[in-house]
């Protein structure tokens, strides 16, 4: 029905599609986004074929144990033969599962093709950051919900699909990725006394900040008041010390800042800026599957000047001296270390570190990270 058109992300879709659905049970809702997550994972693959068989398909690959999609695509004379895995239909179609392929020419050289196509074909987990006064509160909730959990690297893996809304509610622990925590550590800028998170979005790295740098004082801001406000609410749920915050649109060229302590900033005073700059997403694209088939090439530039104008309105507050962190999730050369090289030669920065944190041999996002010094 065209009440039901999807606009805005799938998953807020389907939300609102099964809030209003009432007739759908557990299981149905579950099928549901299965195949329709299974049918955005297939990228371009077989669209020559119709949707409920891409679908069935799509779900085939997805759950290879579950024998009623293979029954059903044999039943309706689909796969033929002795077929067993959906690589096998590929192989016999001679269509392999390439979902990428269409975006090789702009990768970075770090993520392998092959590499790319089986992380975005599987489903993503969750992984969230602990409390660290509520450890054995989380540890509690995970055990009554049956939610078992994977420790790695100070965070903890769980399945994709798991419950968490009450424990994030109640401040047990924040949804963040394990690529987002490992972006930030305390070897950028040791002994940073003021740190400024440029783009703070929901304030995932602006947390990992003030767990990294303790000592520091925290400065977040956003272009976007409600996302501000979201971070704000974010650090006090957990118990953190609230960071001094301020609504700025780095579009374009900021003469002074006002941060909500009141204090007006006009020059170069932050010993580091953290820059997660907006970008394609690519490096994500796993957990958002429909992006893949709807994006376009063209927007890569696009958002390469987009984060070389941002990066540039905010260095002016950064100290000689100081830390440059640019950070997106992207798999694409343009915004990475191609927009790096571009933002140290055209402000006479020094690049120090550039590389992709996370991926496959993670399970979680590809992130790219470049670490910048200013004479």
């Known amino acids: 029905m065209a009440e039901w058109e999807r606009k805005g992300p799938l998953h807020l879709w389907l939300q609102q599609?099964?809030?209003?659905?009432?007739?759908?049970?557990?299981?149905?809702?579950?099928f549901y986004r299965d195949a329709i997550y299974a049918l955005f994972r297939?990228?371009?693959?077989?669209?020559?074929?119709?949707?409920?068989?891409?679908?069935?398909?799509?779900?085939?690959?997805?759950?290879?144990?579950?024998?009623?999609?293979?029954?059903?695509?044999?039943?309706?004379?689909?796969?033929?033969?002795?077929?067993?895995?959906?690589?096998?239909?590929?192989?016999d179609v001679k269509e392999p599962y390439?979902?990428?392929?269409?975006?090789?020419?702009?990768?970075?050289?770090e993520a392998e093709m092959s590499?790319?196509?089986?992380?975005?074909?599987?489903?993503?987990?969750?992984?969230?950051?602990?409390?660290?006064?509520?450890?054995?509160?989380?540890?509690?909730?995970?055990?009554?919900?049956?939610?078992e959990a994977r420790k790695d690297r100070g965070a903890f893996e769980l399945q994709a699909g798991s419950q968490l809304n009450e424990a994030v509610e109640k401040g047990l622990c924040r949804?963040?990725?394990?690529?987002?925590?490992?972006?930030?550590?305390?070897?950028?800028?040791?002994?940073?006394?003021?740190i400024w998170d440029a783009c703070c979005g929901a304030g995932g790295k602006s947390l990992r900040l003030c767990e990294a740098y303790p000592n520091a004082t925290l400065y977040i801001s956003d272009s976007r008041p409600a996302i501000v406000n979201n971070a704000e609410n974010r650090f006090r749920l957990l118990g953190y010390p609230a960071p001094f915050s301020a609504v700025c649109n780095l579009n374009k060229k900021v003469s002074e800042m006002v941060f909500a302590n009141g204090a007006i900033i006009k020059k170069a005073v932050f010993d580091m800026v953290v820059c997660d700059v907006p970008?394609?997403?690519?490096?994500?694209?796993?957990?958002?599957?429909?992006?893949?088939?709807?994006?376009?090439?063209?927007?890569?530039?696009?958002?390469?000047?987009?984060?070389?104008?941002?990066?540039?309105?905010?260095?002016?507050?950064?100290?000689?001296?100081?830390?440059?962190?640019?950070?997106?999730?992207?798999?694409?050369s343009a915004e990475n270390r191609v927009n790096a090289e571009i933002i140290a030669a055209e402000n006479g920065l020094k690049l120090k570190e550039s590389g992709v944190i996370g991926g496959l041999k993670l399970n979680a996002d590809y992130?790219?990270?470049?670490?910048?010094?200013k004479p």
């Open 17 to 30: 599609v099964f809030k209003h659905k009432k007739q759908f049970g557990s299981k149905d809702r579950k």
């Open 42 to 91: 297939l990228g371009d693959w077989g669209s020559k074929l119709n949707t409920e068989t891409r679908m069935a398909l799509g779900l085939w690959r997805q759950f290879p144990e579950r024998t009623e999609f293979q029954d059903y695509l044999k039943s309706s004379g689909i796969v033929q033969g002795n077929l067993l895995s959906f690589e096998d239909y590929c192989r």
């Open 98 to 109: 390439e979902p990428y392929q269409n975006f090789e020419s702009y990768l970075q050289p």
């Open 115 to 147: 590499e790319l196509n089986e992380w975005f074909g599987s489903v993503a987990p969750v992984w969230i950051g602990a409390n660290p006064s509520r450890l054995a509160e989380l540890s509690d909730f995970l055990l009554k919900k049956g939610i």
């Open 175 to 194: 949804i963040q990725d394990l690529s987002s925590r490992l972006s930030i550590d305390e070897h950028l800028h040791p002994g940073a006394e003021l």
């Open 279 to 332: 970008c394609s997403g690519s490096g994500t694209w796993r957990r958002t599957p429909e992006n893949l088939s709807e994006f376009n090439t063209k927007q890569i530039e696009e958002y390469a000047s987009l984060q070389r104008k941002i990066v540039g309105n905010s260095l002016p507050f950064l100290k000689p001296g100081g830390t440059l962190v640019y950070i997106t999730c992207s798999v694409f």
């Open 367 to 373: 992130l790219y990270r470049a670490v910048l010094k």
